[in-house]
């Protein structure tokens, strides 16, 4: 049986066909891969996972897991699948431990294994001091964390996450992704709407990039990974204009009109020149500013979409 | 450090539907820990002010008055429950996320409904005894408790929630309140509920027999103060929106975009 689950060309529009969600989705997520899905605001990434749980319908399209028609027997969806929400899950006049738990109970947790699991989850998001704490009295980053507790209680094989690390601080981001690692390593498929590009490249195990409802890439961050490293960007601030003749062969250069600000982007066969190019800039007072790094993922990123 | 996940994909059972259910209850007791006991409480005083209060518009109280007054209070409360609280309730859910977030659990719709139904309706039982007391102690009033006028009640409860429940899936929160208000105002001002039929013309009275309301307070007063004949005809009316109720919570929870 196969158990991945599969998407085939879901389309979606609003207003009479006028907003196109999502046009001709066809992807397959993988039990024990991690999934980004980025994209711009608007780009149809929460419709496509709202579909998937069930409570958006596709005007076209299949989406099955092991056999299983989610459009057709979206019981079966809830049942397969916990989604965390894009806003945070309701607390109001629940306690963290309370939220947490009845999400558990509904999902199957047995009376006796419910503490266990409540404290063994807050324990791993670093969360215990909160459980007790009131959800609307809770910090947006411990609500969101408390969301994630939510749906991450006796979790089902399928685990959407609709930006999991916003609000949150840097130490619990990675705590979130170290989870939805073992999650994964435990043959969960894992599926996660970030915007946040840096954790896509670090975290995840392939990104799925959507613009204007289309997928516009769909690779594994390793090949993402030794792209960004194949090439570099050299910015540069100059107090006076520069020659741009002189400026050494490059991929592509990009001047800040009346910011004297360069950006020249470079292979890595082509830095040994700019570096030498630059110190004489250096060495003649013009350039006052400068900084060489891999190309940054969200200029590619930029070059990927129409933003 | 992750030390421990709790179950893998093959591993995987869905709960069973006795579980389900139970955790939908429990999670909705423990949101509203706080209201319940306030909603019970406004529903006693509720009660108490029409028995006490809608008497003194009365010049002097006859063995009629007294009946549709004590029935009225029973009715009204069930009323007041179901079309207003209940539905203002259901309303903020929708606001707070909470109702998009059920629609996301492994939990029917209809156990979402049925659930919501038996927590609101337990939590009405409160004032319409004290209804019922503040009616005996008032009125020196007989009650016919008996498992027909004890049916009769928890159908009509539970028919007034599944109303409010159907306004507050499908209106907007404005639009909501106001139709709320309007059937809290005819039911304590132009509803024959706390006085005789007799005294509207007839034409609104063919009316009222197809709206929930007259219906109800007509079972009431035929089952727990026996003082006129039991009507199938009023059951059926009150099934009837019961159902209707039902289904269209039902068809709003179970819409996706």
Known sequence: MVTSLSTYSISKNYKHGRINANKNITVDFSPGEITALTG????????????IMGVVKPDSGSITYRGISFIRESNKARELIAMMPQFHAPLVGVTLRQAIEAVGKIRGISHLEMNESIDQI??????????????????GGLQR??????????PPPILLFDEPTNDVDPVRRII???????????????????????????????????NEGKVTQDEHTSILR?????????????????????????????????????????????????????????KSNKITHYSLSPFPLDMLYRGLTDG | MVKK????????????????????????LVRHKYLLPTFSLVEIILSIAIVYGLGLFLPSIGPQEAVYLSSGTITIGIIAVGCVLAAQIISTAKQDGIVNY???LPVSRGEIIIADTIIWGVAALPGIVMGGIAAVIRFKIHLYISPTSILVIIISLATMILIGFSLAYWL????????????MIGGLLFSPITYPASRIPDLLYALYQFLPFVPTSDLIRATLFKSSQFSWADMFVVLSWGLIGYGLSLSALSRKE
Do not use: C
């Not at chain 1, 807050?122 to 009131?134: F, G, S, V």
């Not at chain 1, 601030?237 to 001047?255: F, G, Q, R, V, Y």
């Open chain 1, 122 to 139: 807050a324990h791993d998001l670093k969360i215990e001091k909160w459980l007790n704490i009131p959800g609307q009295k809770l910090s």
């Open chain 2, 5 to 28: 996940i709790h179950s893998t994909t093959l591993s995987f059972d869905p709960p069973n539907y006795i579980q389900r259910f139970t955790g939908v209850i429990w999670w909705s």
């Open chain 2, 172 to 183: 907007p929160t404005n639009i909501m309140s106001l139709i709320t208000q309007v059937i």
């Open chain 1, 176 to 210: 979130v992704w170290e989870y939805l690692r073992k999650l994964a390593n435990n043959d969960h498929i894992i599926v996660v709407v970030t915007h946040n590009l840096f954790e896509v490249e670090r975290y995840a195990d392939r990104y799925i990039l959507l």
């Open chain 2, 102 to 104: 059920q629609k996301t």
């Open chain 1, 226 to 282: 030794k792209e960004l490293l194949s090439s570099s960007l050299l910015s540069i601030t100059s107090n006076k204009p520069l020659d741009e003749a002189k400026i050494p062969d490059n991929l592509n250069t990009n001047i800040k009109d009346g910011a004297l600000e360069y950006s020249i982007h470079l292979t890595n066969d082509q830095i040994p020149k700019a570096i030498e190019w630059l110190l004489q800039g250096i």
């Open chain 1, 145 to 154: 964390l408390t969301s994630f507790a939510m749906t991450v209680v006796a």
């Open chain 1, 40 to 51: 711009h605001n608007g780009a149809g990434k929460t419709t496509l996972l709202k579909q």
